[in-house]
């Protein structure tokens, strides 16, 4: 992409994209050719050679050029010649499949409830595998790609329509008739169910039980132990000193 060196030339490239080719930057416009400036910034950014590009520089625009090819409305913007925009028609030819991104943090929710606009009034999809994950990186840098069945979608009355060579658009995507990765949780708990299922228990080494029944137990048998010990010690004890005490028969007596 090349990068214009003047102010003319930079509006002249603005308004190409708002006022012929908005689908090629993954842009959708509204109705009376508005879009976010900030979308519009980002979309820019994408591009080599258009990293620069500020909205002062389209403020700049504005206050330089005698007939600026452009205007602002709050925080929107568009061209002042748009009769060449591509028109939001029902799709005819579709492709097989379509895709596009969502928030990881909406995920959940979009398998649940279905696919519904964010930012525009109607669900943005796009042929282009690429063009879907770089219009998705727009609102999360590492957003959930889907692809959407477009065979069954239609099954289900929806309606596809074109935004330009690449892009279409749908008021909703039903659930069943799109299909994307598992949630990061649910494998977390399969693979943690798994492993209680299947795992048996295991006794680590040196690793033992308590039981507190058992624990009295030992210890009446333990006192018991020591008090028939002690009985049987004493018994030794006199059975010694009575041995002692017993004198030998002198040899003259004999």
Known sequence: MFKPKSTKKLAKFI?????????????????????????????????????????????EILVTLPYPPIEIKDNYIRAKNRDNLPRHDPADDLPKLLFTSVRRKAYPTVLEKGIFPTGFSRVILSSDLDMAKRIGKRKDA?????????????????????????????ESIHTGCFTGPPLPQQKHISIKKEAITE???QKLPGSFILDL???????????????????????????????KQKRERPPWRS
């Open 15 to 59: 308004a190409y994209v708002l006022g012929h080719k908005p689908d090629e930057f993954g842009l959708i416009l509204e109705k009376d050719g508005f879009v976010k400036i900030k979308e519009f910034l980002k979309a820019i950014c994408e591009e080599d050679g258009l990293k620069y590009v500020r909205r002062s520089h389209i403020d």
């Open 142 to 170: 590492k957003p959930v790609l889907l692809t959407v069945k477009v065979h069954k979608s239609m099954e289900e009355c929806i309606l596809f329509y074109r935004a330009g060579h690449s892009l279409f658009l749908a």
């Open 199 to 201: 795992k048996p228990s």
């Open 213 to 243: 029944q058992d624990k009295k137990d030992h210890r009446k048998a333990s006192k018991h132990q020591r008090k028939s010990q002690e009985i049987s010690k004493r018994k030794d004890q006199r059975g010694g000193i009575k041995k």
